[in-house]
Protein backbone atom coordinates (compact mmCIF):
# COMPACT_ATOMS: atom_id res chain seq x y z
CA UNK A 1 0.00 0.00 0.00
CA UNK A 2 1.72 3.46 -0.96
CA UNK A 3 2.25 6.64 1.53
CA UNK A 4 -1.10 8.85 1.59
CA UNK A 5 -2.46 11.28 3.63
CA UNK A 6 -5.19 10.30 5.81
CA UNK A 7 -8.98 11.51 5.21
CA UNK A 8 -9.62 14.08 7.58
CA UNK A 9 -12.81 12.26 9.22
CA UNK A 10 -10.61 8.94 9.39
CA UNK A 11 -7.84 11.28 11.33
CA UNK A 12 -10.33 12.30 13.46
CA UNK A 13 -11.63 8.95 14.19
CA UNK A 14 -8.14 8.11 14.93
CA UNK A 15 -8.14 10.78 17.30
CA UNK A 16 -11.36 10.23 19.04
CA UNK A 17 -9.88 6.88 19.90
CA UNK A 18 -7.68 8.03 22.71
CA UNK A 19 -10.13 11.25 23.53
CA UNK A 20 -13.53 9.58 23.23
CA UNK A 21 -13.37 6.63 25.68
CA UNK A 22 -17.32 6.65 26.40
CA UNK A 23 -20.02 9.52 27.25
CA UNK A 24 -18.48 10.70 30.84
CA UNK A 25 -15.19 11.43 27.94
CA UNK A 26 -17.36 13.86 25.79
CA UNK A 27 -18.92 15.67 29.13
CA UNK A 28 -15.60 15.95 30.38
CA UNK A 29 -14.00 17.77 27.38
CA UNK A 30 -16.97 19.64 26.82
CA UNK A 31 -17.51 21.19 30.26
CA UNK A 32 -13.75 22.23 30.26
CA UNK A 33 -14.69 23.82 27.31
CA UNK A 34 -17.63 26.02 28.95
CA UNK A 35 -14.79 26.25 32.47
CA UNK A 36 -12.17 27.84 29.63
CA UNK A 37 -14.53 30.16 28.25
CA UNK A 38 -15.47 31.61 31.54
CA UNK A 39 -18.80 30.52 32.17
CA UNK A 40 -20.68 30.66 35.53
CA UNK A 41 -23.49 28.53 35.41
CA UNK A 42 -23.40 24.74 32.93
CA UNK A 43 -26.00 22.94 32.30
CA UNK A 44 -25.96 19.16 31.13
CA UNK A 45 -28.74 17.48 30.39
CA UNK A 46 -28.64 13.44 29.23
CA UNK A 47 -30.56 11.11 27.17
CA UNK A 48 -30.07 7.06 27.54
CA UNK A 49 -27.07 7.28 29.87
CA UNK A 50 -25.77 9.78 27.13
CA UNK A 51 -26.11 7.16 24.16
CA UNK A 52 -28.61 8.91 22.57
CA UNK A 53 -28.19 12.70 23.39
CA UNK A 54 -25.47 15.12 25.51
CA UNK A 55 -26.32 18.26 25.79
CA UNK A 56 -24.11 20.80 27.34
CA UNK A 57 -25.10 24.45 27.88
CA UNK A 58 -23.18 27.03 29.42
CA UNK A 59 -22.85 31.55 29.48
CA UNK A 60 -19.73 31.80 28.72
CA UNK A 61 -17.83 34.49 26.25
CA UNK A 62 -19.20 32.29 23.20
CA UNK A 63 -17.80 31.48 19.52
CA UNK A 64 -17.71 34.56 17.22
CA UNK A 65 -19.80 33.57 13.86
CA UNK A 66 -16.06 33.62 11.63
CA UNK A 67 -14.60 31.46 14.05
CA UNK A 68 -17.42 28.59 14.18
CA UNK A 69 -16.33 26.39 11.36
CA UNK A 70 -12.47 26.64 12.61
CA UNK A 71 -13.63 25.45 15.54
CA UNK A 72 -14.64 21.67 14.51
CA UNK A 73 -11.35 21.42 12.84
CA UNK A 74 -8.85 19.56 14.16
CA UNK A 75 -5.87 21.26 15.90
CA UNK A 76 -7.69 24.81 16.06
CA UNK A 77 -7.62 26.21 19.69
CA UNK A 78 -7.57 29.70 21.02
CA UNK A 79 -5.31 28.34 24.34
CA UNK A 80 -2.61 28.51 22.98
CA UNK A 81 -0.59 30.09 20.09
CA UNK A 82 3.42 28.99 20.22
CA UNK A 83 5.76 26.56 21.35
CA UNK A 84 6.30 28.17 24.83
CA UNK A 85 2.68 28.09 25.82
CA UNK A 86 3.01 24.78 26.38
CA UNK A 87 5.77 25.55 29.33
CA UNK A 88 2.49 27.79 31.39
CA UNK A 89 -0.37 26.22 30.78
CA UNK A 90 -3.40 27.32 32.88
CA UNK A 91 -6.26 26.74 30.58
CA UNK A 92 -8.18 22.86 31.20
CA UNK A 93 -7.87 22.21 27.04
CA UNK A 94 -5.10 23.37 24.80
CA UNK A 95 -4.61 20.52 22.09
CA UNK A 96 -7.83 21.50 20.08
CA UNK A 97 -9.16 17.65 19.21
CA UNK A 98 -12.17 17.32 21.65
CA UNK A 99 -14.37 18.96 19.05
CA UNK A 100 -12.85 17.35 16.08
CA UNK A 101 -12.87 14.19 17.28
CA UNK A 102 -16.39 14.43 18.79
CA UNK A 103 -17.57 15.02 15.92
CA UNK A 104 -16.45 12.34 13.78
CA UNK A 105 -17.93 9.62 15.71
CA UNK A 106 -21.52 11.49 16.60
CA UNK A 107 -23.90 14.22 15.04
CA UNK A 108 -22.51 17.16 16.86
CA UNK A 109 -24.62 20.66 16.62
CA UNK A 110 -22.48 23.96 17.85
CA UNK A 111 -24.29 26.94 18.75
CA UNK A 112 -23.29 30.14 20.12
CA UNK A 113 -23.72 33.48 20.63
CA UNK A 114 -20.72 36.21 22.16
CA UNK A 115 -22.26 38.93 23.70
CA UNK A 116 -21.06 41.55 21.40
CA UNK A 117 -22.57 39.65 18.74
CA UNK A 118 -26.51 40.56 17.37
CA UNK A 119 -27.19 36.88 15.74
CA UNK A 120 -26.06 33.39 17.00
CA UNK A 121 -24.98 31.10 14.67
CA UNK A 122 -25.25 27.25 14.97
CA UNK A 123 -22.48 24.73 12.90
CA UNK A 124 -22.45 21.29 12.28
CA UNK A 125 -20.63 19.36 9.87
CA UNK A 126 -21.61 15.89 7.81
CA UNK A 127 -19.93 14.20 4.98
CA UNK A 128 -16.73 12.40 3.99
CA UNK A 129 -14.85 15.35 4.11
CA UNK A 130 -16.44 17.17 7.18
CA UNK A 131 -17.69 20.08 5.60
CA UNK A 132 -19.45 22.89 8.43
CA UNK A 133 -22.48 24.07 7.66
CA UNK A 134 -23.26 27.44 9.40
CA UNK A 135 -26.91 28.67 9.97
CA UNK A 136 -28.51 31.15 11.69
CA UNK A 137 -30.34 30.12 15.18
CA UNK A 138 -32.14 31.83 18.19
CA UNK A 139 -29.85 31.56 21.16
CA UNK A 140 -28.91 33.28 24.17
CA UNK A 141 -25.53 34.31 25.43
CA UNK A 142 -23.17 31.22 25.34
CA UNK A 143 -22.94 28.13 23.50
CA UNK A 144 -24.45 24.94 23.68
CA UNK A 145 -23.17 21.64 21.97
CA UNK A 146 -25.59 18.83 21.36
CA UNK A 147 -23.62 15.23 20.64
CA UNK A 148 -26.73 12.81 19.14
CA UNK A 149 -26.15 9.24 18.33
CA UNK A 150 -22.62 8.43 20.26
CA UNK A 151 -20.47 6.70 18.15
CA UNK A 152 -23.01 5.42 15.46
CA UNK A 153 -20.46 5.44 12.43
CA UNK A 154 -17.96 3.27 14.43
CA UNK A 155 -19.76 -0.18 15.35
CA UNK A 156 -17.05 -1.49 17.39
CA UNK A 157 -16.64 1.24 19.76
CA UNK A 158 -20.25 1.39 20.19
CA UNK A 159 -20.64 -2.40 21.20
CA UNK A 160 -18.18 -1.64 23.80
CA UNK A 161 -20.44 0.69 25.54
CA UNK A 162 -21.99 -0.42 29.11
CA UNK A 163 -25.48 -0.52 29.71
CA UNK A 164 -27.31 3.20 30.17
CA UNK A 165 -27.03 3.07 33.93
CA UNK A 166 -23.48 2.15 34.12
CA UNK A 167 -22.52 4.85 31.94
CA UNK A 168 -24.78 7.67 33.57
CA UNK A 169 -22.56 6.46 36.81
CA UNK A 170 -19.70 7.91 35.07
CA UNK A 171 -21.12 10.75 34.34
CA UNK A 172 -22.81 11.32 37.54
CA UNK A 173 -19.56 10.39 39.28
CA UNK A 174 -17.41 12.76 36.74
CA UNK A 175 -19.57 15.57 37.37
CA UNK A 176 -19.11 15.75 40.96
CA UNK A 177 -15.09 15.81 40.46
CA UNK A 178 -15.33 19.05 38.37
CA UNK A 179 -18.06 20.92 40.48
CA UNK A 180 -15.62 20.07 43.27
CA UNK A 181 -13.14 21.88 41.49
CA UNK A 182 -14.86 24.89 40.63
CA UNK A 183 -17.17 26.38 43.95
CA UNK A 184 -17.56 29.72 41.80
CA UNK A 185 -19.54 28.25 38.87
CA UNK A 186 -23.28 26.44 39.07
CA UNK A 187 -24.36 23.21 37.93
CA UNK A 188 -27.06 21.30 37.05
CA UNK A 189 -27.40 17.89 36.13
CA UNK A 190 -30.81 16.04 34.08
CA UNK A 191 -31.17 12.60 33.06
CA UNK A 192 -34.08 11.65 30.84
CA UNK A 193 -35.35 14.94 31.41
CA UNK A 194 -35.22 14.71 35.08
CA UNK A 195 -33.38 17.25 37.44
CA UNK A 196 -30.67 14.73 39.60
CA UNK A 197 -28.38 16.81 40.75
CA UNK A 198 -28.02 20.84 41.12
CA UNK A 199 -24.99 22.68 42.52
CA UNK A 200 -25.20 26.16 43.45
CA UNK A 201 -22.52 28.45 42.77
CA UNK A 202 -20.86 29.70 46.15
CA UNK A 203 -19.75 33.21 46.36
CA UNK A 204 -17.02 32.85 49.07
CA UNK A 205 -14.51 30.34 49.54
CA UNK A 206 -15.79 29.61 52.76
CA UNK A 207 -19.02 28.44 51.39
CA UNK A 208 -17.18 25.63 49.56
CA UNK A 209 -17.79 23.04 52.46
CA UNK A 210 -21.47 23.35 51.43
CA UNK A 211 -21.12 21.88 48.32
CA UNK A 212 -18.51 19.56 49.99
CA UNK A 213 -21.14 18.50 52.21
CA UNK A 214 -23.95 17.87 49.29
CA UNK A 215 -21.42 15.40 47.70
CA UNK A 216 -19.31 13.84 49.75
CA UNK A 217 -21.72 13.87 53.05
CA UNK A 218 -22.47 15.94 56.12
CA UNK A 219 -20.90 13.55 58.36
CA UNK A 220 -17.85 14.26 55.83
CA UNK A 221 -17.87 17.83 56.13
CA UNK A 222 -18.57 17.83 60.02
CA UNK A 223 -15.84 15.78 60.97
CA UNK A 224 -13.26 16.40 58.18
CA UNK A 225 -9.69 17.81 58.83
CA UNK A 226 -9.24 21.04 57.30
CA UNK A 227 -5.60 21.74 55.67
CA UNK A 228 -4.34 24.71 54.88
CA UNK A 229 -0.68 24.34 53.98
CA UNK A 230 2.17 26.77 52.20
CA UNK A 231 5.85 26.18 51.12
CA UNK A 232 7.49 28.36 48.63
CA UNK A 233 5.61 28.76 45.28
CA UNK A 234 3.06 25.73 46.71
CA UNK A 235 -0.31 25.62 48.60
CA UNK A 236 -2.42 22.80 48.92
CA UNK A 237 -5.83 22.88 51.14
CA UNK A 238 -8.57 21.12 51.52
CA UNK A 239 -10.28 18.59 53.99
CA UNK A 240 -9.48 14.87 54.54
CA UNK A 241 -11.15 12.42 57.17
CA UNK A 242 -9.63 11.77 59.94
CA UNK A 243 -7.71 8.23 60.58
CA UNK A 244 -11.37 6.71 62.79
CA UNK A 245 -13.49 7.98 59.75
CA UNK A 246 -11.48 5.50 57.19
CA UNK A 247 -13.72 2.84 55.43
CA UNK A 248 -12.39 0.02 53.34
CA UNK A 249 -13.88 1.48 50.29
CA UNK A 250 -12.14 4.36 48.69
CA UNK A 251 -15.77 6.51 48.25
CA UNK A 252 -14.71 9.68 47.93
CA UNK A 253 -11.06 10.79 46.94
CA UNK A 254 -10.87 13.98 44.92
CA UNK A 255 -7.22 15.47 44.34
CA UNK A 256 -6.40 18.82 42.09
CA UNK A 257 -3.67 20.14 40.67
CA UNK A 258 -4.26 23.98 39.46
CA UNK A 259 -8.11 23.02 39.32
CA UNK A 260 -6.85 20.22 37.23
CA UNK A 261 -8.84 16.55 37.83
CA UNK A 262 -5.43 14.31 38.49
CA UNK A 263 -5.05 11.00 39.11
CA UNK A 264 -1.47 10.92 39.01
CA UNK A 265 1.22 8.46 40.54
CA UNK A 266 3.41 10.13 42.20
CA UNK A 267 0.34 12.10 43.71
CA UNK A 268 -0.91 8.76 45.18
CA UNK A 269 2.15 7.25 46.60
CA UNK A 270 2.57 10.48 48.98
CA UNK A 271 -0.95 10.10 50.30
CA UNK A 272 -0.62 6.46 50.94
CA UNK A 273 2.78 7.44 52.46
CA UNK A 274 1.19 10.33 54.83
CA UNK A 275 -1.65 7.88 56.21
CA UNK A 276 0.62 4.99 56.46
CA UNK A 277 0.59 3.70 60.11
CA UNK A 278 -2.09 6.01 61.17
CA UNK A 279 -5.03 4.37 59.11
CA UNK A 280 -5.33 0.88 59.18
CA UNK A 281 -3.91 -0.95 56.26
CA UNK A 282 -7.49 -2.11 54.80
CA UNK A 283 -8.96 1.25 54.84
CA UNK A 284 -8.43 4.32 53.08
CA UNK A 285 -9.35 8.05 53.86
CA UNK A 286 -11.60 10.39 52.17
CA UNK A 287 -10.10 13.67 51.10
CA UNK A 288 -11.33 16.37 48.37
CA UNK A 289 -7.52 17.88 48.20
CA UNK A 290 -6.35 21.38 45.52
CA UNK A 291 -2.52 21.76 45.05
CA UNK A 292 -1.45 25.12 43.59
CA UNK A 293 1.77 25.81 42.01
CA UNK A 294 3.05 27.99 39.39
CA UNK A 295 1.75 26.61 35.87
CA UNK A 296 5.79 27.09 34.67
CA UNK A 297 6.61 23.91 37.17
CA UNK A 298 3.96 21.26 35.76
CA UNK A 299 3.39 19.46 32.55
CA UNK A 300 -0.13 18.45 31.54
CA UNK A 301 0.76 17.53 28.19
CA UNK A 302 1.63 13.77 29.39
CA UNK A 303 -1.64 12.50 29.03
CA UNK A 304 -4.24 11.75 26.41
CA UNK A 305 -6.77 12.45 28.76
CA UNK A 306 -4.89 14.94 30.85
CA UNK A 307 -5.20 12.06 34.31
CA UNK A 308 -1.41 12.31 35.02
CA UNK A 309 1.28 15.33 35.15
CA UNK A 310 4.80 15.77 35.73
CA UNK A 311 6.07 17.82 37.58
CA UNK A 312 9.46 19.62 37.34
CA UNK A 313 10.18 19.34 40.95
CA UNK A 314 8.54 15.89 41.83
CA UNK A 315 11.16 15.27 45.08
CA UNK A 316 10.02 18.82 46.04
CA UNK A 317 5.87 18.19 45.52
CA UNK A 318 5.72 14.79 46.78
CA UNK A 319 7.69 15.96 50.01
CA UNK A 320 5.67 19.00 50.48
CA UNK A 321 2.17 16.81 50.54
CA UNK A 322 3.50 14.37 52.66
CA UNK A 323 4.70 16.69 55.28
CA UNK A 324 1.39 18.92 54.97
CA UNK A 325 -0.43 16.13 55.69
CA UNK A 326 1.32 14.20 57.93
CA UNK A 327 2.26 17.45 60.55
CA UNK A 328 -2.31 18.38 59.83
CA UNK A 329 -2.53 14.43 61.41
CA UNK A 330 -0.17 15.11 64.13
CA UNK A 331 -2.03 18.43 65.14
CA UNK A 332 -4.90 16.51 64.84
CA UNK A 333 -3.93 13.44 67.23
CA UNK A 334 -2.52 16.38 69.37
CA UNK A 335 -6.19 18.13 69.64
CA UNK A 336 -6.15 20.67 67.26
CA UNK A 337 -8.79 19.59 64.43
CA UNK A 338 -9.10 22.68 62.36
CA UNK A 339 -6.47 24.96 60.93
CA UNK A 340 -7.92 28.54 60.31
CA UNK A 341 -4.28 30.29 59.04
CA UNK A 342 -1.99 28.74 56.40
CA UNK A 343 0.46 26.78 57.92
CA UNK A 344 3.73 28.04 56.27
CA UNK A 345 5.93 24.75 56.20
CA UNK A 346 9.97 25.51 56.76
CA UNK A 347 12.33 24.47 54.56
CA UNK A 348 13.19 20.44 54.90
CA UNK A 349 16.86 21.40 55.69
CA UNK A 350 18.71 17.66 56.67
CA UNK A 351 19.65 17.39 60.12
CA UNK A 352 22.20 15.03 61.13
CA UNK A 353 22.19 15.66 64.60
CA UNK A 354 21.35 12.00 65.65
CA UNK A 355 24.85 11.06 64.51
CA UNK A 356 26.40 12.97 67.36
CA UNK A 357 26.12 10.31 69.78
CA UNK A 358 27.93 7.86 67.36
CA UNK A 359 30.52 10.10 67.45
CA UNK A 360 31.59 10.06 71.05
CA UNK A 361 34.86 9.22 72.85
CA UNK A 362 37.65 6.56 71.93
CA UNK A 363 36.49 4.85 74.49
CA UNK A 364 32.83 3.89 74.05
CA UNK A 365 32.11 -0.13 73.11
CA UNK A 366 31.95 -0.59 70.00
CA UNK A 367 28.33 -1.25 68.83
CA UNK A 368 27.20 -4.70 67.52
CA UNK A 369 25.09 -3.44 64.07
CA UNK A 370 28.70 -2.85 62.28
CA UNK A 371 31.94 -4.95 61.99
CA UNK A 372 34.76 -2.92 63.86
CA UNK A 373 37.50 -2.12 61.73
CA UNK A 374 40.87 -3.06 62.07
CA UNK A 375 42.18 0.69 63.31
CA UNK A 376 39.18 1.09 65.99
CA UNK A 377 40.52 2.40 68.77
CA UNK A 378 38.51 -0.39 71.00
CA UNK A 379 40.33 -3.04 69.26
CA UNK A 380 43.48 -1.11 69.09
CA UNK A 381 43.30 -0.74 73.02
CA UNK A 382 42.34 -4.33 73.65
CA UNK A 383 45.00 -5.95 71.20
CA UNK A 384 47.93 -3.75 73.07
CA UNK A 385 46.48 -5.26 76.39
CA UNK A 386 46.36 -8.78 75.70
CA UNK A 387 50.04 -8.65 73.56
CA UNK A 388 51.61 -7.46 76.57
CA UNK A 389 50.39 -10.51 78.11
CA UNK A 390 51.50 -12.52 75.42
CA UNK A 391 47.85 -14.13 74.35
CA UNK A 392 47.10 -14.61 71.04
CA UNK A 393 43.16 -14.36 69.61
CA UNK A 394 42.62 -16.90 67.17
CA UNK A 395 39.07 -18.02 65.99
CA UNK A 396 37.79 -21.11 63.41
CA UNK A 397 35.22 -22.87 61.51
CA UNK A 398 34.02 -26.07 63.53
CA UNK A 399 31.44 -28.02 62.22
CA UNK A 400 30.81 -30.38 64.45
CA UNK A 401 29.82 -29.88 68.59
CA UNK A 402 32.09 -32.59 69.49
CA UNK A 403 35.30 -30.04 68.27
CA UNK A 404 33.79 -27.28 69.66
CA UNK A 405 33.86 -28.99 73.14
CA UNK A 406 37.73 -29.82 72.53
CA UNK A 407 38.53 -26.35 71.73
CA UNK A 408 36.41 -24.88 75.00
CA UNK A 409 38.34 -27.60 76.84
CA UNK A 410 41.76 -27.15 75.21
CA UNK A 411 44.21 -25.45 77.28
CA UNK A 412 45.33 -21.59 76.47
CA UNK A 413 48.57 -22.46 75.39
CA UNK A 414 47.65 -25.40 73.39
CA UNK A 415 44.79 -23.20 71.80
CA UNK A 416 46.78 -20.35 70.32
CA UNK A 417 49.05 -22.75 68.79
CA UNK A 418 46.54 -24.62 67.02
CA UNK A 419 44.06 -21.78 66.07
CA UNK A 420 47.23 -20.26 64.35
CA UNK A 421 47.89 -23.26 62.73
CA UNK A 422 44.17 -23.74 61.54
CA UNK A 423 43.86 -19.91 60.39
CA UNK A 424 46.71 -19.97 58.00
CA UNK A 425 44.37 -21.10 54.93
CA UNK A 426 40.94 -18.89 56.13
CA UNK A 427 40.12 -15.79 54.89
CA UNK A 428 37.66 -14.92 57.69
CA UNK A 429 38.96 -15.80 61.08
CA UNK A 430 35.29 -15.12 63.03
CA UNK A 431 32.79 -17.20 61.09
CA UNK A 432 31.43 -20.30 63.32
CA UNK A 433 32.50 -20.40 66.34
CA UNK A 434 35.39 -17.83 68.33
CA UNK A 435 36.82 -18.03 71.46
CA UNK A 436 38.88 -15.73 73.27
CA UNK A 437 41.94 -17.63 74.83
CA UNK A 438 43.94 -15.85 78.58
CA UNK A 439 42.72 -15.65 81.18
CA UNK A 440 40.27 -13.33 80.34
CA UNK A 441 38.31 -15.71 79.51
CA UNK A 442 36.98 -18.07 76.50
CA UNK A 443 33.75 -18.44 74.57
CA UNK A 444 31.96 -20.49 71.91
CA UNK A 445 28.71 -20.46 70.48
CA UNK A 446 26.09 -23.66 71.66
CA UNK A 447 23.08 -22.15 69.68
CA UNK A 448 21.39 -19.50 68.27
CA UNK A 449 20.70 -18.05 71.56
CA UNK A 450 23.34 -19.17 73.91
CA UNK A 451 26.82 -19.17 74.25
CA UNK A 452 29.50 -20.90 77.00
CA UNK A 453 32.34 -18.98 78.20
CA UNK A 454 35.19 -20.74 80.09
CA UNK A 455 37.01 -18.32 82.69
CA UNK A 456 40.02 -19.42 84.24
CA UNK A 457 38.26 -22.68 85.95
CA UNK A 458 34.43 -21.61 85.71
CA UNK A 459 32.36 -22.23 83.14
CA UNK A 460 29.34 -20.40 82.44
CA UNK A 461 26.22 -20.69 80.36
CA UNK A 462 25.16 -16.79 79.07
CA UNK A 463 22.14 -15.70 76.94
CA UNK A 464 22.98 -13.66 73.77
CA UNK A 465 20.18 -11.37 74.40
CA UNK A 466 21.67 -11.29 77.65
CA UNK A 467 25.04 -10.28 76.84
CA UNK A 468 23.81 -7.59 74.47
CA UNK A 469 21.39 -6.02 76.81
CA UNK A 470 24.36 -5.77 79.57
CA UNK A 471 26.50 -4.00 76.88
CA UNK A 472 23.67 -1.56 76.36
CA UNK A 473 22.62 -0.83 79.72
CA UNK A 474 26.67 0.04 80.60
CA UNK A 475 26.75 2.09 77.19
CA UNK A 476 23.77 4.36 77.97
CA UNK A 477 23.95 4.03 81.64
CA UNK A 478 22.84 7.75 81.35
CA UNK A 479 21.57 8.88 77.97
CA UNK A 480 19.85 7.25 75.11
CA UNK A 481 20.77 8.14 71.30
CA UNK A 482 18.96 10.92 69.82
CA UNK A 483 16.03 10.44 68.55
CA UNK A 484 15.31 9.60 64.52
CA UNK A 485 12.32 9.52 62.60
CA UNK A 486 11.23 6.39 61.03
CA UNK A 487 11.02 6.01 57.33
CA UNK A 488 7.56 5.08 57.92
CA UNK A 489 5.89 4.61 61.28
CA UNK A 490 4.99 1.72 62.92
CA UNK A 491 1.37 1.12 63.79
CA UNK A 492 -0.44 -1.57 66.27
CA UNK A 493 -3.65 -2.76 66.83
CA UNK A 494 -4.75 -1.54 70.72
CA UNK A 495 -6.78 -2.53 72.77
CA UNK A 496 -8.49 -0.31 75.25
CA UNK A 497 -5.93 -1.93 78.07
CA UNK A 498 -2.94 -1.22 75.97
CA UNK A 499 -4.11 2.32 75.03
CA UNK A 500 -3.89 3.37 78.56
CA UNK A 501 -0.46 1.98 78.90
CA UNK A 502 0.50 3.77 75.78
CA UNK A 503 -0.81 7.27 77.42
CA UNK A 504 1.44 6.53 80.61
CA UNK A 505 4.42 5.80 79.44
CA UNK A 506 4.42 8.51 76.55
CA UNK A 507 6.84 10.75 78.68
CA UNK A 508 9.15 7.84 79.92
CA UNK A 509 9.52 6.52 76.34
CA UNK A 510 9.76 10.41 75.69
CA UNK A 511 12.39 11.09 77.36
CA UNK A 512 14.67 7.51 76.33
CA UNK A 513 14.51 8.81 72.84
CA UNK A 514 11.17 7.26 71.78
CA UNK A 515 8.35 9.20 70.49
CA UNK A 516 4.71 7.07 70.08
CA UNK A 517 1.48 8.63 68.99
CA UNK A 518 -2.35 7.34 69.40
CA UNK A 519 -5.62 7.31 67.89
CA UNK A 520 -8.92 5.76 69.09
CA UNK A 521 -8.08 1.97 67.74
CA UNK A 522 -4.07 2.30 66.87
CA UNK A 523 -0.51 2.77 68.68
CA UNK A 524 1.42 4.38 66.53
CA UNK A 525 5.81 4.33 66.68
CA UNK A 526 7.09 7.75 64.75
CA UNK A 527 10.89 8.16 66.78
CA UNK A 528 13.00 5.86 67.71
CA UNK A 529 16.89 6.07 69.27
CA UNK A 530 19.26 6.22 66.07
CA UNK A 531 21.19 3.47 67.04
CA UNK A 532 18.66 1.37 66.71
CA UNK A 533 16.60 2.71 63.45
CA UNK A 534 16.74 -0.13 61.63
CA UNK A 535 15.10 -2.95 64.24
CA UNK A 536 12.18 -4.74 63.85
CA UNK A 537 10.48 -1.89 66.15
CA UNK A 538 6.95 -3.52 64.61
CA UNK A 539 7.52 -6.57 67.05
CA UNK A 540 9.38 -4.48 69.57
CA UNK A 541 6.84 -1.77 70.19
CA UNK A 542 4.05 -4.10 72.07
CA UNK A 543 6.79 -5.50 74.36
CA UNK A 544 7.79 -2.29 75.33
CA UNK A 545 4.83 -1.49 76.57
CA UNK A 546 4.53 -4.33 78.67
CA UNK A 547 6.48 -2.14 80.77
CA UNK A 548 4.91 -2.36 84.51
CA UNK A 549 7.27 0.68 85.76
CA UNK A 550 6.91 5.07 84.79
CA UNK A 551 10.38 5.37 85.81
CA UNK A 552 12.80 6.61 83.26
CA UNK A 553 15.75 4.33 83.66
CA UNK A 554 13.16 1.17 84.53
CA UNK A 555 11.70 2.04 81.38
CA UNK A 556 14.97 2.78 79.52
CA UNK A 557 16.53 -1.49 80.86
CA UNK A 558 12.83 -2.24 80.11
CA UNK A 559 13.32 -1.08 76.15
CA UNK A 560 17.01 -2.06 75.95
CA UNK A 561 15.68 -5.75 77.13
CA UNK A 562 13.01 -5.90 74.33
CA UNK A 563 15.52 -4.65 71.88
CA UNK A 564 17.97 -7.32 72.81
CA UNK A 565 15.19 -10.05 72.55
CA UNK A 566 14.49 -8.80 69.19
CA UNK A 567 17.73 -8.93 67.28
CA UNK A 568 19.37 -11.72 65.58
CA UNK A 569 23.24 -12.35 66.36
CA UNK A 570 26.47 -13.23 64.13
CA UNK A 571 29.19 -14.67 65.35
CA UNK A 572 31.11 -11.43 64.39
CA UNK A 573 29.05 -9.08 66.10
CA UNK A 574 28.89 -11.36 69.36
CA UNK A 575 32.44 -11.09 69.70
CA UNK A 576 32.50 -8.02 69.42
CA UNK A 577 30.21 -8.20 72.68
CA UNK A 578 32.04 -9.79 73.73
CA UNK A 579 35.16 -7.27 73.42
CA UNK A 580 32.87 -4.18 74.82
CA UNK A 581 32.35 -6.70 77.82
CA UNK A 582 36.14 -7.14 78.35
CA UNK A 583 36.96 -3.51 77.78
CA UNK A 584 34.47 -2.24 80.22
CA UNK A 585 34.40 -4.57 83.15
CA UNK A 586 37.72 -5.16 85.16
CA UNK A 587 35.88 -7.97 87.11
CA UNK A 588 34.95 -10.10 84.85
CA UNK A 589 34.16 -12.80 86.96
CA UNK A 590 31.79 -10.40 88.96
CA UNK A 591 30.01 -9.50 85.21
CA UNK A 592 29.76 -12.80 84.71
CA UNK A 593 28.10 -13.81 87.93
CA UNK A 594 25.43 -10.88 87.22
CA UNK A 595 24.19 -11.93 83.75
CA UNK A 596 25.67 -16.04 83.27
CA UNK A 597 24.34 -19.24 84.95
CA UNK A 598 27.62 -20.87 86.23
CA UNK A 599 27.76 -24.55 85.32
CA UNK A 600 29.57 -27.42 86.81
CA UNK A 601 31.62 -28.42 83.82
CA UNK A 602 34.77 -29.85 86.12
CA UNK A 603 32.26 -31.75 88.15
CA UNK A 604 30.03 -33.09 85.04
CA UNK A 605 33.75 -34.24 83.90
CA UNK A 606 35.39 -35.57 86.93
CA UNK A 607 31.76 -37.63 87.36
CA UNK A 608 32.13 -39.24 83.85
CA UNK A 609 35.67 -39.91 84.04
Request: proline share 5%; glycine share 4%.
Amino acid sequence: MPIQILPARLANQIAAGEVVERPASVVKELVENSLDSGATSIDIEIEKGGHKRILIRDNGDGIAHEELALALSRHATSKISQLDDLEAISSLGFRGEALASISSVSRLTLSSKPDKQTQAWQAHCEGRDMEVQLNPVAHPKGTSVEVVDLFFNTPARRKFLRTEKTEFTHIDELMRRIALSRFDVSFTLKHNGKLLRKYPAKTANANGIKRVAAICGQAFSEHGIALNSEYEEFSLTGWFSPPEFAKPQADFQYFYVNGRMMRDKLINHALRQAFEGVVADNNQSAYVLYLTLPAEQVDVNVHPAKHEVRFHQARIVHDFIFRALNDALNQYLQGSRQISEPQVLKPAEPSHDYIVPLQTEVTQAPTSREPVPSSSPNRDYLGQKLARQKQVYQAEVVSKSASNYQQLMTPASQSSNTGASISKGRANPVNSVAFQSSELGQWIRLSDKQIMIANESNFYSLDIARLYQYVLVNKFANQMPAMQPLLMPVSIQATAELLNQAKTLYQPLLDNSVEIGWTPNRILLRKVPSEFRQFPWADILESTLNCEDVDTVAVRKHLLSCISEAKEFSNQQIHEMWLALLSNDTNLRGALSDIAIEVPMQKWMKSIL
